[in-house]
């Protein structure tokens, strides 16, 4: 009885599965880009210990490269948490998300999978080819320093944290209104 009212309870929740299966697709994502600097660290292993090599330089452009894969990892587990808010109106608050807050929804939904993930990477690739590092990868060896190289990265990043707002804010906006005016299911 009990796993009959869970199994409808699930069913019920829509946007929290959405939002916890981004969560694990994120994941997914950061767990594959971890696979893949470890295995460029075992095919180019004997140039250099490009981890080594960047939290020695931590000062510098490869900082961002740490902050964004940080950053990464805080998303990921703000884009679960936002499940549970979703799953608390649907489940237990029975509240109902349609019309214009399942578009603010949906906004909710772009903005944290794009905007966030798109700027942690981004200052990923600006840690990578400010600090050098890159170069492995292009050149089969490390280059100095180009901290100029980070200023192409301001703009893009920028955007992507302006999604990332935008689609934060709509969430804020889907809750509240759901909260105060839902319809109960």
């Not at 075992?42 to 939290?55: A, G, P, R, Y």
């Not at 805080?74 to 549970?84: K, L, N, R, S």
């Not at 349609?98 to 603010?104: A, D, E, P, T």
């Not at 992507?160 to 709509?170: M, N, P």
Request: hydrophobic share 55%.
């Amino acid at each position: 009885m009990l796993y009959c009212s869970m199994i409808n309870d699930i069913n019920r929740a829509k946007w929290g599965n959405r939002f916890i299966l981004s969560a694990i697709i994120q994941g997914g994502l950061l767990t594959s880009i971890a696979l893949l600097m470890v295995g460029s660290q075992f095919i180019f292993s004997s140039k250099i210990d490009m981890i080594q090599f960047l939290s020695l330089s931590f000062d510098g452009p490869a900082k961002w490269f740490f902050l964004g894969i940080i950053f990464y990892l805080i998303f990921i587990v703000a884009i679960a948490v936002t499940a549970v808010f979703y799953i608390q109106l649907e489940i237990n608050l029975t509240k109902k998300i349609s019309g214009f807050v399942n578009i603010l929804a949906w906004i909710h939904l772009f903005g944290m999978n794009v905007g966030g993930p798109l700027a942690t990477l981004l200052m990923i690739f600006a840690g990578l080819a400010g600090s050098g590092i890159l170069s492995v990868f292009t050149q089969g060896t490390i280059v100095q320093e180009n901290i100029e190289i980070m200023n192409s990265f301001i703009t893009p990043i920028a955007i992507s944290i302006a999604i990332l707002s935008v689609g934060v804010i709509a969430g804020g906006i889907t809750y509240i209104k759901t909260y105060l005016n839902g319809n109960k299911m």
